[in-house]
């Protein structure tokens, strides 16, 4: 088999990097995973900033065209790719489509930071030798449980975040949840809301998510 | 079919959805919800924005909120409506999504923790911790090295014409060159003349006139 043009760079451990690979998956897309070794600082080298200029993962390539930030690489994935795997991951018709950037939106702005800073405190640190920020832990879950009680709210009376079916609103949380509620000891957060708790068994149970998850304990 | 808007004057988010209906040449009716009485956190409000969180925004039966979500959707539906926002070609259209990203997970935080300290505070008779000052102004360089890099190379954010990827900035950039951190802008050439080019536009001039 020919080798496949689309490239991720980055460790499928990275929640950014998990976030594009769970979107090829969904769709279907043949990829090639290009390791990029952090230990070693092969993503603050030249030839790596050239593709992705804050020194970060993933990085991205698809023939002759380059991008970084997974939730853009996603929408190009998505876009390039209509009728393969999942369809309407962000929506087919204009109404659709706005309801699920604003979720993402949401996502982004309002759930993504204090989940991000609780993964990095929870899971990372100790396995990075650093030391663990009380209160920097104690703050970013206060942040994230009034996130999780709109959550709950909007879950009672639809399906997925945007609607009834899943689209990248709800994707776009894997990464995170997958952290705090497999390799953290807050996982009750999520399970003990009743919506969201369905919520999450849901969209963790995909085949695509699952296979995602191999890759991160292979 | 009528526009509404939800909003407050002076919030960067509500400026930011301000800032593409008036590019857009769009007509609409701005509300004004009230912070100083607990408006936006009211059950009316929240059925609009359950984060209780300004703007929120109204066309017919579609109900929105998060600025973001906001000038996407307009940028799409009026897409042959006053200034172009988007670029139809895929491949750019590629480029610009990932400008848009940037803007959101890198300039959004460190900025916005700014506007807080450096304006908003004093709005509230609050004292600027000058240590977070400190911090996010550091974290801002390193987000400000990278588009004077870009920005060398390209003429906006997002390409070569303006689009959502530098509209998105003005209402945190418009506040931060009110304070100490302009000098962050004015040290990089080209982004300095992007930012005044951007915060110049008689859309934008309107929006936070008007």
């Given at each position: ?13 990275s ?40 020194g970060?993962?993933p ?88 996130v ?12 997925y ?28 957060l999520?399970t003990?809301?009743?919506n ?18 191999e890759?991160?304990?292979? | ?16 959805a ?17 912070m ?24 017919g ?51 916005s ?25 550091k ?16 003429k ?14 003005l ?8 304070t ?31």
């Amino acid at each position: 088999m020919a080798t496949p043009p689309v490239k991720v760079y980055g460790p499928a451990l990275s929640t950014a990097v998990s976030r594009v690979l769970v979107c090829l998956l969904e769709k279907d897309v043949p990829f090639q995973l290009v390791p990029v070794s952090m230990a070693k600082l092969e993503h603050k080298k030249p030839d790596y900033i050239k593709m992705q200029p804050f020194g970060q993962v993933p990085a991205f390539q698809d023939e002759d065209i380059t991008l970084f930030e997974s939730r853009a690489i996603c929408r190009y994935i998505a876009e390039k790719y209509p009728n393969k795997g999942t369809a309407g991951l962000f929506g087919t018709n204009p109404l659709v489509k706005a309801s699920i950037d604003q979720w993402l939106e949401a996502e982004s702005q309002s759930f993504n930071p204090p989940s991000s800073v609780l993964t990095f405190q929870l899971v990372f640190a100790s396995r990075m030798k650093l030391k663990q920020d009380e209160a920097l832990i104690k703050q970013n879950e206060a942040k994230l449980v009034k996130v999780l009680d709109v959550y709950e709210n909007r879950l009672e009376s639809s399906r997925y975040l945007a609607g009834d079916e899943f689209t990248f609103a709800d994707l776009s949380h894997l990464p995170n949840t997958q952290y705090l509620v497999d390799k953290t000891d807050r996982a009750e957060l999520f399970t003990s809301r009743k919506n969201v708790s369905r919520w999450w068994s849901e969209i963790s149970t995909r085949t695509a998510w699952k296979k995602v998850v191999e890759m991160q304990n292979a | 079919m009528a526009i509404k808007l939800y909003g407050a004057p002076a919030s960067n988010a509500t400026l930011r959805a301000k800032a593409c209906l008036a590019e857009k040449g769009i007509e609409y009716e701005f509300v004004h919800v009230d912070m100083s009485k607990q408006e936006h956190k009211s059950p009316e409000f929240l059925s609009r924005n359950p984060f209780g969180q300004v703007p929120a925004f109204e066309e017919g039966d579609l109900k929105l909120f998060e600025s973001r979500a906001i000038t996407q959707y307009l940028a799409h539906t009026y897409a042959d409506k006053g200034s172009d926002l988007i670029i139809k070609d895929p491949k750019k259209m590629a480029i610009l999504a990932v400008w848009i990203e940037v803007e959101s997970q890198k300039f959004e935080p460190a900025s916005s923790k700014l506007v807080w300290e450096l304006v908003y505070k004093a709005m509230f008779g609050m004292t600027t911790d000058e240590a977070v000052v400190e911090g996010n102004e550091k974290k801002l360089e390193q987000v400000l090295d990278v588009y004077e890099s870009r920005l060398s190379q390209s003429k906006y954010l997002g390409g070569e014409s303006f689009t959502l990827a530098d509209l998105h900035h003005l209402p945190n950039m418009k506040y931060l060159v009110g304070t100490k951190t302009k000098r962050l802008f004015d040290a990089r050439p080209h982004v300095s003349a992007w930012a005044a080019d951007i915060l110049s536009r008689p859309a934008w001039v309107k929006a936070t006139t008007a």
